[in-house]
């Protein structure tokens, strides 16, 4: 199995900053790489998929970005909306997985 | 607007079962895939597997093949998830997903609360 691996599990940041979430996958995955949006009371959301392309309706604050089998979220301009928990989910192979998710909190 | 709502949650004891629901609605479920994840407390989320949009194919996370079951109603725009045998670490949020254009999953439903314990 595609091993996950999410940093930091926790980070805390301001209003107006800008932070980077990471996610290193076990072995290669090319761009196969999705990242979720976790809030209480709503449903999970998909932000970006394919490593870099934002899902319609991601704002444009959030990019994505690959180095290997390192990736990136990059939340530039924190608002208020945006803490909240993400993940990181591999689909190049089955079984599919996920990072163990980064909260990330005012 | 797409819409997934699961059901079937509850209580449980050990080594008995439980069969999920999943109602979808706002876009053409027979043409979906569809995916059932889960998320045990205080944990990140694990995928449980997924069936095609015809039914044709499903895959199983290793962990729960043989002792989880995933179908579909296509006529009742419905996916259910069929669990035996359950233990104590299945304890968990149950999700159902709709796939996109790739394996992503790009909605979920709000999840059912699956308890079990004596």
């Known amino acids: 199995d595609v091993q996950m691996t999410q940093s930091p599990s926790y980070l805390a940041a301001s209003p107006g900053e800008s932070v980077s979430i990471s996610c290193k996958a076990s072995?290669?995955?090319?761009?196969?790489l999705a990242w979720y949006q976790e809030k209480p009371g709503m449903t999970n959301k998909l932000l970006i998929h394919?490593?870099?392309t934002l899902q319609s309706g991601t704002p444009s604050r959030f990019s994505g970005s690959r180095s290997g089998t390192d990736f990136t979220l990059t939340i530039r301009s924190l608002e208020f909306e945006d803490f909240a928990l993400y993940y990181c989910?591999?689909?190049?192979?089955?079984?599919?997985?996920f990072g163990s998710g980064t909260k990330l909190e005012i | 607007e797409v819409q997934l709502v699961e059901s079937g949650g509850g209580l449980v004891q050990p080594g008995s079962s439980l069969k999920l629901s999943c109602v979808a609605s706002?876009?053409?479920?027979?043409?979906?895939?569809m995916h059932w994840i889960r998320q045990a407390p205080k944990k990140g989320l694990e995928w449980i597997g997924l069936?095609?949009?015809?039914?044709?194919?499903?895959y199983y996370t290793d962990s729960m093949k043989g002792r989880f079951t995933i179908s579909r109603d296509n006529s009742e725009n419905t996916l259910y998830l069929e669990m035996n045998s359950l233990r104590s670490e299945d304890t968990a949020v149950y999700y159902c997903?709709?796939?996109?254009?790739?394996?992503?999953?790009?909605?979920w439903g709000l999840g059912a609360s699956v308890t079990v314990s004596s």
């Open positions: 989910q591999q689909f190049n192979e089955y079984p599919l997985t």
């Open positions: 706002g876009f053409t479920f027979n043409k979906s895939n």
């Open positions: 997903a709709k796939q996109g254009p790739l394996y992503v999953m790009d909605a």
């Open positions: 069936i095609y949009y015809d039914g044709s194919f499903k």
């Open positions: 394919s490593g870099s």
């Open positions: 072995k290669s995955i090319g761009n196969n």
